[in-house]
């Protein structure tokens, strides 16, 4: 979306993100108590404290930018929402991401495709409490294989943090995804153009699902009694 196009359609997303004008029930109660809910969480400020910690680790060692608190804090609440025992990440650097979504349950495990090198340390020190219930992969194939084993029959949760060197790869993992009823969470919209070049390309290659985005990260549910529609918020 342009910057012109973002003023223009900035009263529109932000009744949206209120509520008005969406008829779905289903996409009214996501967005008002899991994208833009409140409430304080029983982890925030876990959250809180692994970030600075990571905040602190990475300031000499890479240029990328750790999550924000806020994402972070929505990423927690739509993971809560959805409960998924087995995740697949695409891409990591510090580890925050990780460990945010496996402290929603003590029995989720989250299969991680690295795309990221220079920041092993820091991943490792970070995400230290959870270890044990990461498996690590440095090649779609394996992290695919690896990920549909764990999860068996249950639908996919897939959280797209980096997809360097991925390109032509993950638009038939991200339509596969959505038409076996799962949810996937992509970062870094706004800063990178391939990435939103998927987000939009996933869009369109699916007949069912809600997207939901502030242009800057998105989340789309593939529940399958979906209709295919398109919600432009503030959160």
């Known amino acids: 979306m342009g910057r012109l196009k973002k003023y223009y359609t ?3 997303r932000y009744n949206r993100s209120k509520g008005y004008g969406i008829h779905s029930p289903y996409a009214f109660r996501f967005v008002l108590r899991v994208l833009r809910e409140r409430c304080p ?3 925030y400020e876990e959250i809180k404290s692994t970030r600075k910690r990571a905040v602190q680790l990475g300031k000499s ?4 930018r750790v999550i924000s608190y806020s994402n972070a804090k929505m990423l927690f609440r739509v993971t809560c929402h959805f409960n998924p025992q087995a995740i697949l990440q695409i891409g990591t650097v510090y580890g925050v991401s990780t460990t945010t979504m496996l402290s929603v349950s003590q029995t989720s495990r989250l299969v991680v495709l690295d795309t990221e090198t220079s920041a092993k340390h820091i991943y490792s020190k970070i995400t230290e409490p959870v270890a044990s219930r990461i498996d690590i992969e440095t090649n779609l194939t394996d992290a695919l294989v690896r990920y549909n084993e764990m999860r068996g029959d249950a639908s996919p949760y897939l959280f797209i943090n980096d997809i360097v060197g ?3 790869d993950l638009l038939p993992v991200c339509v596969d995804v959505i038409n076996k009823g799962g949810v996937i969470i992509m970062r870094n919209l706004s800063h990178c153009k391939v990435m939103k070049r998927l987000w939009h390309d996933m869009g369109i290659a699916v007949g069912h699902g809600m ?3 502030n242009e800057r990260i998105g989340v789309f549910v593939g529940l399958p009694h979906l209709p295919r529609q398109n919600f432009y918020l503030w959160f």
């Open 166 to 168: 991925l390109e032509d």
């Open 41 to 43: 969480y029983y982890q």
């Open 10 to 12: 900035a009263l529109r």
């Open 211 to 213: 997207g939901f985005t």
């Open 61 to 64: 060692a890479t240029s990328k």
